[in-house]
């Protein structure tokens, strides 16, 4: 199945996030890859930030979540009932200013270094092949 077009404003947004990230954090290591229904950018091999049509997701402190949901414009990131702790997702039209979108994202560079990397998928099937016959 061909993938989707990108708009012409998310590709804008993309852009926004790339120059971003370049200018925050010059010397990270940053890969981009279509995620989750947008376009995702890896900081040193874990999730930093989103790119959606109508939101930014931002992987931040999970200690400032609380905090970070108070503002205008965000929701909760959730996995089915479960409420993903650290990654909030910003309405694009609460990001008035620049400065409003940097603190978005130097908030999402600050947590990086403290983020755990997810396990590679080959890692994960292998360590669930592994512990199969395990489970009574």
């Known amino acids: ?57 931002c992987r931040i402190h999970p200690e400032q979540h609380d905090a970070a949901l108070e503002r205008p ?9 479960r409420v993903m702790r650290g990654y909030v997702f910003v309405e694009w039209t609460s990001l008035q200013t620049k400065a409003q979108f940097q603190t978005w994202i130097e908030q999402a560079l600050a947590y990086n270094p403290l983020a755990k990397a997810a396990p590679r998928r080959r890692a994960r099937q292998q360590a669930g092949q592994r512990t199969k016959g395990l489970r009574a």
């Open 1 to 57: 199945m061909a993938a989707r077009p990108i708009d012409p404003h998310t590709l804008q947004r993309i852009d926004a996030v790339r120059d971003a990230l370049l200018a925050c954090a010059p010397s990270a290591e940053v890969e981009e890859k279509p995620l989750f229904g947008g376009y995702a950018f890896m900081v040193n091999g874990k999730l930093c930030l989103g790119v959606g049509e109508d939101e930014l997701l």
């Open 73 to 81: 414009g965000t929701r909760e990131m959730r996995h089915g009932q």
